[in-house]
């Protein structure tokens, strides 16, 4: 790993809005769940999670390959598990509903921690959803359609919170906001993707980096890697 590479990863890593998330709720289409997760790195997310009941719809998880090497994507076999895990860490629930309640998108405080909840695109909201969110939001339409696609939806609420947070200076740190190891296991994965496949496959530990990305190990390691 080139040292510009190696420092283009730590900035990334400082960015990262470890308290700003999405849900979706069995959103199936391949290429909805791909434009999410773009959307979702480029607006500094660390994850995302997924209410994917059965296996196949899991795979999903696997599309668009190269922002899926950045964004986590947590699955749960029921909303419930992504609820417990969103109020762990207190954050507001919003789902997007037009009801009387409902407010603009714009009018959330994004600097809060939030999760957002996103219907399929054969349901929408399931009333579960509505049922355990903090407030619904909507996104102001003036034309004969009522709703926007899934990932066009998430992407202007993304970028909302991405403005607000922006204002607030959220994205400027020092440090990431992720613990060490974790940091450690991306700029390992990522800057030397190869070596990291081989030391997973062998159960081997990760290597720390010296301060230009380069792999500080001892001859027992390398030892190991070689070893057919």
């Not at 470890?18 to 709720?25: A, G, R, V, Y």
């Amino acid at each position: 790993m080139n040292p510009e590479r190696y420092q283009r990863i730590l900035e990334v890593l400082k960015a990262r809005q470890t308290d700003l998330t999405l849900c979706l709720e069995e959103v199936h289409k391949p290429n909805n769940v791909s434009a999410i997760i773009r959307t979702a790195d480029a607006t500094g997310l660390h994850k995302i999670h997924a209410v994917w009941p059965n296996a196949q719809m899991r795979t999903l998880g696997h599309t668009s390959a190269g922002a899926r090497n950045w964004v986590e994507v947590d699955t749960h076999g029921s909303l419930n598990d992504a609820v417990s895990v969103f109020r762990e860490q207190k954050m507001q629930i919003l789902v997007t509903n037009l009801s009387e309640h409902a407010v603009d998108f714009r009018d959330i405080d994004y600097t809060r921690p939030t999760a957002v909840i996103l219907g399929s695109e054969k349901e929408g909201i399931s009333q579960q959803a509505l049922t355990v969110a903090d407030q619904d939001i909507i996104i102001p339409m003036v034309g004969m359609v009522q709703s926007l696609n899934v990932s066009v939806a998430s992407a202007l609420i993304l970028y909302e919170a991405q403005r607000q947070r922006q204002m607030s200076g959220m994205y400027d740190r020092d440090e990431s906001n992720l613990p060490n190891e974790v940091v450690q296991r991306i700029l390992f994965e990522r800057g030397h993707p190869v070596l990291a496949k081989v030391a997973k496959k062998k159960k081997l530990p990760y290597p720390e980096l010296d301060e230009k990305g380069q792999i500080v190990a001892d001859e027992a390691w390398w030892r190991e890697m070689q070893y057919a």
